[in-house]
């Protein structure tokens, strides 16, 4: 079953890059095994996934502890971070999609043994119950982050409200992607800002379409039937 979906879905990103001319090799499908085991996330990997997503601090140590090194397997830390667990984690990931805070990006400062790869989570949406920064706090704080030379801004993430409808989570993204290009425009050195953390199961073919570099699924490859 893992097979077919994960060929559907494979399918459906070239159908998404065909339709407005963008290549294959610009997106990154990070596969979300945050609701499965690692026998399911190893089925991933043989099948030629290889990048991984948890959500949580213990359930992402829980599984990378189960593959070998040698697997070269890419860890992404998709979910908010509290700042007490930074030290446990932020050594054993290659991406982290949800930084929203100054004090957070100072305790990866203090704790991380080199740069690592952050995406900035903006809450374009407005939803209360989401976390990330506004739109408009993004370049104060893009700014504050130039003396922290282990946070490497790569892009921006944003999730879209589970209700939204396909033309507000179109806008919602088609936001995100110009946030982003203006950071890009910047020139900053720390904050190279070339990619996009957006789209999941339900939405990740109108992300492709506004612009997402990676794309984090998860129900959709675990999918019954
Ligand atoms: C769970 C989760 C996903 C994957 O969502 P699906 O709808 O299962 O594809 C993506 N991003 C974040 C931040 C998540 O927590």
Redesign the pocket.
């Known amino acids: 079953m893992i097979a077919e979906n994960l060929h559907r879905i494979e399918q459906e990103i070239q159908e998404s890059c065909a339709l407005v001319s963008r290549n294959l090799q610009d997106i990154t499908m990070v596969a ?1 095994t ?2 499965v085991d690692s026998i399911a996330a190893k089925e991933l990997v043989e099948l030629g996934v290889t990048d991984l ?1 948890e ?1 949580r601090v213990d359930k992402l140590l829980e599984k990378k502890q189960s593959f070998s090194h040698d697997q070269q397997i890419k860890w992404h830390l ?2 908010n971070l509290q700042r007490r667990k930074v030290k446990l984690i932020i050594n054993e990931i290659d991406y982290f ?2 930084l929203d805070s100054l004090r957070l990006a100072q305790e990866i400062q203090k704790r991380a043994e080199h740069p690592i790869h952050c995406f900035i989570e903006v809450n374009v949406s407005g939803e209360e119950s989401k976390h990330g920064l506004k739109p408009e706090e993004l370049h104060s704080f893009v700014e504050e982050l130039e003396k922290l030379d282990k946070v490497y801004v790569v892009g921006l ?1 944003t ?1 879209a409200p589970y209700d939204a409808s396909q033309q507000e989570v179109r806008t919602i993204f088609s936001t995100l992607k110009q946030l982003q290009v203006s950071v890009k425009e910047k020139n900053l050195q720390y904050a190279p800002c070339t990619e996009l953390s957006m789209g ?3 939405d ?1 073919k109108t992300a492709i379409e506004e612009g997402a570099t990676f794309v ?6 675990f999918r019954k039937g």
């Open positions: 979300v945050k609701s997503a959500n998709i979910g999609h949800a993430m999730m999941m199961s339900q990740f984090r699924i998860g129900t959709a490859l």
